[in-house]
């Protein structure tokens, strides 16, 4: 699921300009909130990169999302949820607006256009939750890795180069982002490497989106794995 900003270019200015609103710094590695914490602040990335993940009931977490700029966290404020329900982490040092949730939801309902862009974005990324969710039980993990490898290409911890991109992250955060064993992903990684479709190195994969996403079944030519 590749998140969605409220606005393509900027912030919308009137939700900066809202009563209590105050700019926060999170120092890499620092926890923004965790699902048990009262939803009564929502968060607008201004720099930085922020991971957010499903935290299961033994402790076991998933990597949902990776955020930037111009994207938010804290979606639990809008449907005026109790709790967060979700840990939101800070993977570099960061700079986040938050934002009351009793003033957030009194400048929705007086300025539509904004409220709408909220709402789109909203939609676009539950419809893409939505069709994720409803191919798990078709793909096997080589292509829920690539399908995953493929939209964290254009997440913040991604940074072009001259090989497709260089995305910043480890096989344990990317078995949790596909639900899988780190084993099974390892494995999994280590033949596309051997078939020279992905380089790894010190926390960080090199590949070229086009490539891996020309083997997922769409792309007509599917090469089956053991993982």
């Not at 120092?27 to 914490?37: L, M, N, S, V």
Request: aromatic residues 4%; neutral net charge; hydrophobic residues 45%.
């Amino acid at each position: 699921m590749q998140a969605s900003s409220i606005n393509e270019h900027r912030t919308p200015p009137e939700l900066l300009q809202l009563d209590g609103v105050q700019s926060q710094h999170f120092r890499a590695g620092q926890t923004i909130h965790e699902p048990e914490d009262p939803a009564n602040l929502f968060y607008l990335i201004e720099s930085g990169e922020v991971r957010l993940y499903d935290v299961a009931s033994g402790g076991t977490a998933r990597l949902l999302e990776i955020l930037g700029p111009d994207e938010w966290v804290g979606t639990a404020v809008l449907g005026q949820m109790p709790v967060y329900a979700r840990r939101a982490v800070a993977v570099t040092d960061a700079v986040l607006w938050a934002i009351p949730a009793l003033s957030l939801r009194k400048m929705l309902a007086e300025h539509g256009e904004v409220a709408l862009q909220i709402i789109e974005s909203m939609v676009q990324r539950l419809q893409a939750a939505w069709s994720e969710g409803s191919q798990l039980v078709f793909d096997d993990c080589r292509l829920r890795l690539i399908k995953t490898l493929v939209r964290f290409s254009n997440s913040p911890a991604a940074k072009r180069s001259a090989d497709g991109v260089v995305l910043r992250i480890t096989h344990k955060q990317l078995a949790q982002a596909v639900g899988a064993a780190r084993e099974t992903i390892s494995v999994c990684l280590t033949e596309l490497r051997l078939k020279n479709l992905i380089r790894t190195g010190r926390n960080q994969l090199i590949f070229d989106p086009e490539q891996l996403q020309a083997l997922d079944p769409n792309g007509n030519a599917m090469i089956r794995m053991a993982c």
